[in-house]
């Protein structure tokens, strides 16, 4: 009885260890992903990632599973500043929106903290995806910068709901026609975040591949409850 229990205990300050080193991998790759990230925005050329980006859309248009499998297997990550300004650009548009809202508004006066959290809310949805996809998958040797990579491209049709969504504040009476749109974009979103869960996990086996980007939604989720605490909804 006595072994019993020693073993328990034993097993269980095993587990606390490896916990309390996980949360520490999670902590020491989010520090260097940023630090990496605002190394790459000091030395991002513009013009030429646009052109990357212009590329990547083309390749994303027409063979999107594939163009996400090439994404996320890229050893050298060479999307990443790409993909840096895509969240970028997301949250100038989310910020354009908020400004053109209030502009066109007879009642409301600009408010700056509603308008911030708005425009930081694609950053942290990205961020809390990409943490979400490392830690269900944290058995593989990826970078956290490899996830907010695949992430952002998998979240490319969200980015063009929010251009959508701006031409709508000019063309109320075209609601009818852009909502189907929107939803479908959405749907598409979903889809490709399937796909980058199965090549980030490198699983092969479909109902495996649905358990894991169920859990990835989950923690997503989790993630996102904790933020919604800051009045931020992503």
Request: net charge neutral.
């Amino acid at each position: 009885m006595y072994k019993i229990i020693v073993i328990q205990k034993k097993g269980e300050k095993e587990m606390e260890e490896n916990q309390e080193n996980k949360a520490e991998e999670l902590k020491q790759e989010t520090v260097n992903t940023f630090n990496q990230a605002k190394e790459q925005m000091k030395n991002i050329n513009f013009k030429e990632e646009a052109e990357i980006g212009k590329g990547l859309l083309k390749k994303l248009w027409k063979n999107p599973v594939e163009t996400i499998k090439e994404v996320v297997n890229d050893k050298e990550n060479k999307c990443f500043k790409t993909a840096l300004l895509l969240v970028a650009v997301w949250a100038i548009v989310e910020l354009l929106k908020m400004i053109l809202m209030f502009s066109m508004s007879e009642y409301a006066d600009f408010e700056f903290l509603p308008t911030l959290k708005v425009t930081v809310a694609p950053i942290l949805k990205v961020i809390a995806m990409a943490l979400a996809l490392y830690f269900v998958n944290n058995r593989v040797k990826d970078s956290i910068t490899k996830s907010l990579t695949s992430v952002t491209i998998a979240h490319v049709p969200g980015i063009i709901v929010s251009i959508i969504e701006i031409i709508s504040l000019f063309a109320v009476e075209a609601i009818k026609i852009i909502s189907p749109i929107i939803s479908i974009l959405n749907i598409i979103t979903a889809i490709l975040m399937y796909f980058t869960v199965k090549a980030y996990a490198k699983e092969e086996n479909e109902e495996n591949t649905v358990k894991k980007f169920i859990l990835v939604q989950a923690v997503f989720y989790l993630i996102r409850f904790v933020i919604s605490y800051l009045g931020i909804s992503i």
